[in-house]
Antibody
Framework: QMQLQESGPGLVKASETLSLTCTVS??????????WGWIRQPPGKGLEWIGT???????HYNPSLKSRVTISLDTSRHQFSLNLRSVTAVDTAVYYC?????????WGPGTLVTVSS | DIQVTQSPSFVSASVGDRVTITCRAS??????LAWYQQKPGKAPKLLIY???TLQTGVPSRFSGSGSGTDYTLTISSLQPEDFATYYC?????????FGGGTKVEIK
């Protein structure tokens, strides 16, 4: 059964780059049925869609974050990654990776990233 | 962008009550709407996709309906484990925005 797991630093300094990785296990990241995505949730707030990547590398980003975000894929490591540049306190959130097949049908447990000043 | 507006933001209900949550898209999303349930400290869980298709393993007391711009999630008889926050998401096009969420609390 496929599973997703986020990993990366839990603390990032303001103005630096937040980098997270999602490892896919129990299945192929190269499956043409799926997109792979990132979603975040600031403490006590709602869900915000960050962006997605297809196994061939095509990406779609939230326009509000597009200038700072890059999502990439490493099929050899069964991973996809999120880079968010020039972070500020408002980027403090739980970050989730997820599989998109008709909807976000499989999620990682999430990882809290705090931006410190 | 297609924006989604969810209402109400808060529901106070009792076990056994029927609960209805609505989601309105800023333009037609042709049935491409999903509903998620989130409990504190947990990742969201997919309940319904394509407006009305129940995800495998989701109890039949959950149902979804709608078309065009207007969609509804109904819980026919609220159970103790259903107290949670619910989100809709439009899946018609990117960016795939979420609604603001509806917290269902015990009356």
């Amino acid at each position: 059964q496929m599973q997703l797991q986020e990993s990366g630093p839990g603390l990032v300094k303001a103005s630096e780059t937040l980098s997270l990785t999602c490892t896919v296990s129990g299945g192929s990241i190269n499956n043409s049925d799926y997109y792979w995505g990132w979603i975040r949730q600031p403490p006590g707030k709602g869900l915000e869609w960050i962006g997605t990547i297809y196994y061939r590398g095509g990406t779609h980003y939230n326009p509000s974050l597009k200038s700072r975000v890059t999502i990439s894929l490493d099929t050899s490591r069964h991973q996809f990654s999120l880079n968010l540049r020039s972070v500020t306190a408002v980027d403090t959130a739980v970050y989730y990776c997820a599989r998109l097949y008709l909807a976000l049908d499989l999620w990682g447990p999430g990882t809290l990233v705090t931006v410190s000043s | 962008d297609i924006q989604v507006t969810q209402s109400p933001s808060f529901v106070s209900a009792s076990v056994g009550d029927r609960v209805t949550i609505t989601c309105r898209a800023s333009q037609s999303i042709a049935g491409w709407l999903a509903w998620y349930q989130q409990k504190p400290g947990k990742a969201p869980k997919l309940l319904i996709y394509a407006a009305s298709t129940l995800q495998t393993g989701v109890p039949s007391r959950f149902s979804g309906s709608g078309s065009g711009t207007d969609y509804t999630l109904t819980i026919s008889s609220l159970q103790p484990e259903d107290f949670a926050t619910y989100y809709c998401q439009q899946a018609n096009s990117f960016p795939s925005h979420f609604g603001g969420g509806t917290k269902v609390e015990i009356k």
